[in-house]
């Protein structure tokens, strides 16, 4: 045995140790959080991949895959089992002596893939044989005059839908929710149903600016919370709505507008109004528009997540859906404000799942304690809101972003839902570009990928389940299969 091959064997043993003291440390000051039995185990998991990814492992991986043992860059569901079976086989191959207890049952080892499973049907739906990724599609305003299409899209793939409650009123969400529902009797298969609550949304009102103007970098223009405080002069001027959240931004805080089309600074602040310049717009200019959105990327403006909208849609929602999609959570206590809603409005309140929309840098920050708060005590899920996270993060740290939430996901065996943009141009025009079809393989990895409504939705629910059913054979998760190939 080499001194460098024991150096290994030292570091990885040293590593296990550390991986363990510090999950414990953890794992105490979650343990109140952790009422569900079955999650318990998935805590601690969670708990020691976040002490592994706490080491920069890359020589150490490097020397592994020298004696053949490469396998810790796909322990996120199974962490310390994994460690042991790497550290008897290294130790096994360089004493010469067979290791014992080895290797573990099968069932033992992939105990974390199938608790994911389990987690994933028992909030998506699906069945033990479902090994593809579920389609989630969104529902438009005719699904609750229109009965034939839930039976089209179900018949196509969808797995399960989304109404949100952004839109339309509660006579036409319980039309679609019949509608889902038979369409799930005329296919021979249960269609869950995701309700997805606004939350707090910041929106453009009234507009005042000179005609065809449009907002290039280094242009100044004014934020108002009212349009009685318009000016006369020549500036462009914008209602914010609501326009109470103006007091909260001192100068400096970022404001992006129309999913990152134009981004500006505030430069002055006075009472409800704001001065902002431009950083960033396109080559020729934004038009400020009423109905655009607005948001304050890296922004701490503790609002309550639940709107009074909100906490009357949830009257509908938590009698009548599946799963509600909480939007602009950002901390555990979100979720708690969440969990004390729902359990006001019904006692078995528990077997309603969760989706958090994660949109917000504080929410990737906070994810792991977000995540032993809800799947602590009920099913639960993490969407991955790619349009307002890219907006929130940088667009140049998105690809980046959501593979680490689900890392992190698959370590606490929460299923994952890849939404935003997914498959956008086919749904809207019937046919695809090259790089979302690539973008399409890719959210193979999480469990479930939403389409949005459009024209063309069929056909995309139709593209997606072949792309999805045929990753699946090349690789889970990620884990490549190793199927035959046949090309060559």
């Not at 490469?70 to 996120?76: F, Q, V, Y």
């Not at 959501?402 to 606490?412: F, G, M, P, R």
């Not at 193979?444 to 699946?472: D, F, H, S, W």
Request: with cysteine; glycine share 6%; hydrophobic share 45%.
């Amino acid at each position: 045995m080499s001194s460098t091959d024991m150096t290994t064997l030292t570091a990885l043993r040293n590593l296990h140790s550390s991986i363990a003291d510090e999950a414990a440390r953890r794992m105490d000051r979650w343990q109140s959080e952790v009422e569900t039995p079955s999650f318990a185990a998935s805590a601690a998991n969670l708990a020691q991949y976040l002490a592994f990814r706490h080491h920069d492992l890359r020589s150490l991986q490097r020397e592994l895959m020298r004696h053949g043992l490469s396998s810790l860059g796909r322990l996120e569901s199974r962490v310390m089992i994994t460690l042991d079976t790497v550290e008897a086989c290294l130790a096994a191959v360089l004493s010469g002596t067979p290791a014992t207890n080895w290797p573990a049952a099968a069932d033992e080892f992939f105990h974390g893939e199938l608790q994911l499973l389990a987690n994933t049907r028992a909030l998506l739906g699906g069945s033990d044989e479902h090994a593809e990724g579920r389609i989630l599609v969104t529902l438009p305003a005719e699904a609750a005059s229109a009965p034939d299409y839930l039976v089209e899209i179900a018949r196509k793939g969808a797995d399960l839908v989304r109404i949100n409650c952004a839109h339309d009123q509660p006579a036409a969400w319980a039309a679609m929710i019949e509608n889902t529902r038979r369409a799930g009797g005329t296919v021979g298969r249960r269609i869950p149903v995701l309700m997805d609550i606004a939350g707090p949304k910041f929106r453009i009102g009234k507009v005042k600016r000179q005609p065809g103007e449009r907002l290039s970098e280094g242009d100044r223009f004014r934020l108002v919370a009212n349009a009685t405080m318009f000016t006369p002069d020549a500036m462009t001027e914008a209602v914010c709505e609501p326009g109470d959240v103006l007091n909260r931004l001192p100068i400096g805080t970022e404001v992006s507008f129309d999913d990152g089309k134009l981004e500006a600074m505030v430069e002055e602040c006075s009472r409800d109004a704001l001065l902002l310049r431009v950083r960033r717009a396109r080559r020729n200019g934004f038009k400020m528009k009423p109905e655009r959105g607005l948001t304050f990327p890296r922004a701490q403006l503790h609002l309550d997540p639940l709107t009074e909208k909100d906490l009357h849609d949830l009257d509908f929602v938590a009698v009548h859906a599946d799963m509600v999609g909480f939007s602009f959570v950002q901390s555990p206590d979100d979720i708690t404000r969440m969990q004390t809603e729902l359990a006001r409005r019904r006692p078995d309140w528990r077997r309603l799942g969760i989706v958090a929309k994660v949109e917000t840098a504080q929410a990737v920050k906070n994810l792991p304690d977000i995540i032993v708060r809800a799947a602590g005590k009920q099913p639960f899920g993490v969407m991955i809101a790619r349009g307002d996270l890219a907006v929130a993060i940088g667009f140049e740290r998105l690809a980046e972003m959501q593979e680490e939430i689900l890392w992190l996901c698959e370590a606490a065996h929460v299923p994952v839902i890849w939404a935003t943009q997914v498959l956008e141009e086919m749904v809207k025009s019937g046919l695809p570009t090259r790089g979302e079809m690539t973008d399409a393989a890719m959210a193979g990895r999480a469990e479930c990928v939403m389409l949005n409504k459009g024209p063309n939705v069929g056909e995309a629910i139709t593209a997606l389940r072949g792309l999805l059913q045929r990753m699946t054979e090349h690789q889970s998760k990620k884990t490549a299969r190793l199927r035959a190939l046949h090309s060559w």
